[in-house]
């Protein structure tokens, strides 16, 4: 007999993986990243999924009046938290399939 699995068993692996999956989108979706700039003054809060549930900002830092810099800092948190969620996800993925690279569609 050959060592390679059977469609069946390969039919069902698939299954299982694309369970195993949709239970981690499940999770991810819920799981909340928080990032922050200009030490610490502005935070973002982000789902998994990678939408914004909160910007809190310092209001000093908005009293300094100076747009461009406020800008730049919720720019820099929201791209921190981005980078964290896909991170997460990424993670969660690897345990998921054992380390196997898998085209971005899974």
Sequence with gaps: ???????????KQARDLQK???KVQKRVEKAEIT???AE???????TGKMRVRRIDLDPA????GNV????DHITAAVNAAID?????MAEEM???TGGLNLPDMF
């Design 94 to 96: 690897k345990d998921v």
């Design 40 to 46: 610490g003054r502005v935070t973002v809060v982000m």
């Design 35 to 37: 990032a922050a700039a």
């Design 20 to 22: 195993k999956m949709k």
């Design 1 to 11: 007999m050959s060592d390679q699995p059977s469609m069946m068993e390969m039919m």
């Design 68 to 71: 461009r810099a406020l800008q």
């Design 61 to 64: 830092l908005v009293r300094e």
């Design 84 to 88: 964290k969620a896909q991170e997460m």
